[in-house]
T-cell receptor, first 115, second 114 residues
Framework: DAGVIQSPRHEVTEMGQEVTLRCKPI?????LFWYRQTMMRGLELLIY????????DSGMPEDRFSAKMPNASFSTLKIQPSEPRDSAVYFC?????????????FGPGTRLLVL | LAKTTQPISMDSYEGQEVNITCSHN???????ITWYQQFPSQGPRFIIQ???TKVTNEVASLFIPADRKSSTLSLPRVSLSDTAVYYC???????????????FGGGTRVLVKP
């Protein structure tokens, strides 16, 4: 398996533009997680899905952020409109289980810069 | 999720043992202690998890005293490739029960020198 795949790896955009980040989880994993990492706040869980259904999205910072998982092999995280403070590395991870003890497999991340 | 405190950074040399201590004074009864490793430009990678006493796997050992208010990740005989950031995470094994703000914190930056 190729592991968790994220695209794009890097994204530079201007304030106000829509940004869509994509993730393909490991086949057979029932859980998918979206994280954001910044120097100030560390690694934060934004939202996670179980069997394509959003379970907890209270980590999403505000209404400008939305995430979908239309099928078991694909998820998107959208920011509309984007702001400079959204600049961060966004990680997608998948896991066969939901516990902290269950190994989460992280993707390489998408480095987002909003100018 | 219990607050954790780790040293910001540590330096070591190849072949030495590295011990990183994480303080978690407010750990709850159902909380587990999990450690992740993150290399530059990569996502975190699960290393080890424990509840009490000692846990060992092929990568590291985790020592947890009886009061569970701290834990120590031990990396035996480190190599240059062990240079990374190490995160201590304390919480319920069920993410949903742990609360919404699952935060890894700043971690400990370990630099292994030749």
């Amino acid at each position: 398996d190729a592991g968790v795949i994220q695209s794009p790896r890097h994204e530079v955009t201007e304030m106000g533009q829509e940004v869509t980040l994509r993730c393909k989880p490991i086949s057979g994993h029932d859980y998918l997680f979206w994280y954001r990492q910044t120097m100030m706040r560390g690694l934060e869980l934004l939202i996670y899905f179980n069997n394509n259904v959003p379970i907890d999205d209270s980590g999403m910072p505000e209404d400008r952020f939305s995430a979908k998982m239309p099928n078991a092999s694909f998820s998107t995280l959208k920011i509309q409109p984007s702001e400079p403070r959204d600049s961060a590395v966004y990680f997608c991870a998948s896991s066969p289980g939901q516990g902290l003890g269950e190994t989460q497999y992280f993707g390489p991340g998408t480095r987002l810069l909003v100018l | 999720l219990a607050k954790t405190t780790q040293p910001i950074s540590m330096d070591s040399y190849e072949g030495q043992e590295v011990n990183i201590t994480c303080s978690h004074n407010n750990i709850a009864t159902n909380d587990y202690i999990t450690w992740y490793q993150q290399f530059p430009s990569q996502g975190p990678r699960f290393i080890i998890q424990g509840y009490k006493t000692k846990v060992t796997n092929e990568v590291a050992s985790l020592f947890i005293p009886a009061d569970r208010k701290s834990s120590t990740l031990s990396l035996p005989r480190v190599s240059l490739s062990d240079t990374a950031v190490y995160y201590c995470l304390v919480g319920d094994r069920m993410i949903k029960a742990a609360g919404n703000k699952l935060t890894f914190g700043g971690g400990t930056r370990v630099l292994v020198k030749p």
